[in-house]
């Protein structure tokens, strides 16, 4: 069974509707977007209430007619070969029936088109921002608040680029302190050395004079001092 399809429909209901709704614009002169009978027709289960095997054995012609009765309400908007199907009046047969069973069926569903199309038309939209103004932000600040985020990253990219500058500056400073300091360190350990060579030198004399020599070895050389 098709979806939205009332099995108690029948299609003298929507006859009787039809009715109803044209005594209605003849009192009111009022015509409404989609007739109730539209809607009704839009409801029909079709291949039920078109099964000659559910009606009673005397009434065939009398449902055959109502069938046919419905499509003269539909016929403004069949197509040649929806009413080829119902050029011969009502159905003698099942056979004819079924065909204009699938005729019906064409107008169904084109008539539950325009039904579908006007309901969407007509309910209003739903309330998407919960009851909140109905216009958002206005274009200059959202202009604004892509300015202002833009600008605040420039600025935390240009400060990370500034510490790491700042870092590798401090490196390159203690690096060079600490080569200064172990350069020192090795020039005073070579002066220690040089002062502990020269605390014991020998004494050279000729025995005669009294006069002789201090003598002192640095680095491989002999280096005198001529005493008296």
Not at 6 to 25: G, I, K, P
Not at 81 to 102: I, M, N, P, Y
Not at 105 to 123: A, F, G, M, N, P
Request: aromatic share 6%; proline share 5%.
């Amino acid at each position: 069974r098709l979806p939205n399809r009332n099995a108690s429909a029948s299609v003298r209901w929507v006859l009787s509707l039809a009715h109803a709704d044209l005594h209605e614009v003849h009192e009111e002169h009022r015509v409404p977007a989609i007739p109730a009978w539209q809607r009704a027709f839009g409801s029909l289960d079709l291949p039920q209430v078109l099964d000659p095997s559910k009606w009673p054995a005397e009434g065939f012609q009398q449902r055959s007619q109502e069938v046919l009765s419905l499509f003269h309400l539909l016929e403004p908007n069949a197509t040649e070969d929806e009413s080829r199907a119902f050029a011969h009046g009502s159905g003698k047969d099942s056979l004819e029936l079924q065909l204009q069973g699938e005729a019906l069926s064409s107008l169904q569903w084109r008539y539950l088109e325009v039904i579908t199309k006007h309901d969407c038309q007509d309910h209003p939209l739903p309330d998407i921002n919960g009851d909140k103004g109905e216009n958002g932000l206005a274009l200059p600040l959202l202009i604004g608040l892509a300015v202002a985020a833009l600008l605040l990253l420039a600025g935390c990219i240009g400060f990370c680029c500034w510490r790491g500058r700042r870092a590798r500056r401090d490196r390159r400073a203690r690096e060079a302190a600490s080569a200064l300091l172990s350069s020192a360190h090795s020039s005073n350990a070579s002066l220690r050395a040089a002062g502990e060579a020269c605390r014991g030198p020998s004494y050279v004399g000729d025995g005669k004079s009294g006069a002789g020599s201090l003598q002192c070895s640095i680095n491989g050389q002999t280096s005198s001092a001529q005493q008296v």
